[in-house]
Nanobody, 117 residues
């Protein structure tokens, strides 16, 4: 299993910028991803992912493509999420996740991002 810790959330005005970070330890994941959950009880939306097995391929949900960028630092065991042109609909709890080819996801505790209009 991997242990994950997010940081960098907060409140920003619409049009602004935030960066989230996630540090991981334990088992080395095959990929890392960011999810978000707008309201408790709703399904988490996968918004960005990056392969950590050498090809560093990335992918994005349509809702964030062109505005958000995922980064990875395998030396420091960290990933980042750069969020530009934030809008009120981006308000959510953001979760870092570690994924494994053997199956399963490990989750961080989540961090709040609030975008005011």
């Amino acid at each position: 299993q991997a242990q994950l810790l997010e940081s960098g959330g907060g409140t920003v005005q619409a049009g602004g910028f935030l960066k989230l970070s996630c540090s991981y330890s334990g088992d080395r994941p095959d990929c890392m991803a960011w999810f978000r959950q707008a309201h408790q009880g709703e399904e988490r939306e996968g918004i960005a992912h990056v392969s950590t097995t050498g090809d560093w391929r990335t992918g994005y949900a349509d809702s964030v493509k062109g505005r958000f960028s995922i980064s990875q630092d395998s030396y420091r065991n960290q990933i980042g999420l750069y969020m530009n042109r934030l809008q009120p609909e981006d308000t959510a709890v953001y979760f870092c996740a570690a994924c494994f080819q053997r199956g399963g996801l490990n989750w961080g505790q989540g961090i709040q991002v609030t975008v005011s209009s």
